[in-house]
């Protein structure tokens, strides 16, 4: 599968963003999908997964209650809705896909990644 990540951009502290990632593949609907970032200087970190279905959510405590993601299976598509945005949110985020089963999933079990969008929060 195929992912293109959209969305990024500057927003001031406390604005909003919401992250786009659309899949290739009418299968996406087979694939637990993920959200991760990458700040200068830092290694990737988890942010967010949803499960196949769109059931089940999974955050990383550092977004959890401001961050939601959602997918749109009939799409092909992806989201993450960012709010109460922080300058420490800043980094470029990846869209990412894995066919496993483990809920909440590994990292690295996710072996399909996007090209990433570069969100800036400024203070």
């Known amino acids: 599968v195929q992912l293109q990540a959209s969305g990024g951009g500057l927003v001031q502290a406390g604005g909003s963003l919401r992250l786009s990632c659309a899949a290739s593949?009418?299968?996406?609907?087979?694939?637990?999908m993920g959200w991760f970032r990458q700040a200068p200087g830092k290694e990737r970190e988890f942010v967010a997964a949803?499960?196949?279905?769109?059931?089940?959510?999974y955050y990383a405590d550092s977004v959890k209650g401001r961050f939601t993601i959602s997918r749109d299976n009939a799409k092909n598509t992806m989201y993450v809705q960012m709010n109460s945005l922080k300058p420490e949110d800043t980094a470029v985020y990846y869209c990412?896909?894995?066919?496993?089963?483990?809920?909440?999933?590994?990292?690295?079990?996710?072996?399909?990644w996007g090209q990433g969008t570069q969100v800036t929060v400024s203070s």
């Open positions: 990412a896909a894995n066919l496993g089963s483990t809920w909440p999933p590994l990292s690295r079990m996710f072996g399909y």
């Open positions: 593949r009418r299968t996406f609907s087979s694939y637990t």
């Open positions: 949803i499960s196949w279905s769109g059931v089940n959510t």
